[in-house]
């Protein structure tokens, strides 16, 4: 079996959604992610190392299925080289922008900052691709991001905002749209979810391993049981399965919409921290869920061809 280089065909109507939903699933495993994660941070775990072992935890058993059974997959069209290089940095730079922010800034205003991407994306595809998003699609961007803002209780935050914070987390949501959009094009042009992921995750290790060598990684607290099962959690539930997922989907969907979906994450990690931590939900968290539910279901009115885009007339 080779590898299929060819453009994604036209998806239907059920195609795009099932495509949406796997966005939405994935955002379900990277809210459980964080549950998973601050339980490893409280047990000693730094945050930066948790991002960086994630990669390997996810990336290693990719690997091997890929050399064990679809060794076709694991050599990239060369087309797509550069769009997956771009994958690899923005998985690095997007975690490392986000821990800054979260340890500088409330974690909510960090979350709403991170989840501006979804607008970023429809801005860079109106200004680069010569192609403005309907106004559908505008709303619903809209009312997912002013969801995010009250379900991650961003409100609560503003007054003691940090300027390195703040750069940070426009630096998160800059590297989120960028892998978002570095993903939908190398599927564009032929690349395979698991390959785009199994070099996107080689690239990231590559650099991690710069930034924080592999061989000063706090093996001693994987003594703890615990810390074990919190780490193969993060990577295998709220690293691998979400990120074959949201690869997939934007072969179907654009990365707008991926990115509108995605944002269901806040929604998830707040429900969360109700039903396993204990944390309470205040009346503004569950109207800010509904925005983020009614943007999701409101880019679905849109399809992919036209791709939930109208054409911008250019004059020389």
């Known amino acids: 079996m080779t590898q299929d280089r060819s453009a994604p065909e036209t998806p239907d109507s059920r195609a795009i ?9 994935a955002a379900f495993c ?18 930066e190392r948790m991002a960086e072992a994630r990669i390997a935890v996810a990336g290693i058993p990719l690997l091997a299925y890929l050399l064990l059974a679809r060794r076709d997959l694991i050599r990239p069209p060369a087309a797509t080289l550069p769009a997956i290089g771009l994958f690899g940095v923005a998985l690095v730079a997007v975690n490392w922008s986000y821990y800054t922010a979260i340890d500088r800034l409330a974690v909510g205003v960090a979350i709403s900052l991170q989840y501006t991407a979804p607008v970023l994306v429809l801005l860079l595809v109106a200004l680069v691709a010569h192609r403005l998003p309907s106004g559908v699609v505008w709303l619903a961007g809209a009312l997912t991001l002013a969801g995010a803002v009250l379900v991650s209780g961003a409100y609560r935050g503003v ?17 989120f749209a960028g892998y978002l959009l570095s993903a939908e094009a190398a599927g564009r042009r032929g690349a395979h979810p698991a390959t785009v992921l199994t070099v996107g995750f080689a690239v990231a290790a590559v650099l991690w391993g710069a930034l924080l060598p592999w061989w000063d990684w706090p093996v001693e607290t994987l003594a703890d049981p615990e810390i074990v099962l919190r780490v193969l959690g993060v990577g295998i539930v709220g690293t691998l399965i979400p990120f074959l997922l949201a690869v997939s989907a934007v072969r179907i969907i654009s990365a707008a919409v991926a990115g509108i979906a995605a944002t269901t994450e806040p929604v998830f990690a707040s429900a969360l921290a109700w039903l396993l931590l204990g944390q309470e939900l205040e009346p503004l968290q569950l109207v800010g869920g509904g925005l983020v539910v009614a943007g999701v279901v409101l880019a679905q009115l849109q399809r992919r061809d036209p791709p939930d885009t109208v054409p911008v007339e250019v004059t020389p």
């Open 17 to 25: 959604i099932l495509a949406t939903l796997g966005v939405v699933l």
């Open 30 to 47: 990277w809210g459980l992610a964080a549950i998973f994660a601050k339980g490893a941070f409280e047990r000693g775990v730094p945050p």
């Open 159 to 175: 007054a003691s905002l940090d300027g390195l914070g703040v750069a940070a987390g426009i630096s998160s949501a800059i590297w």
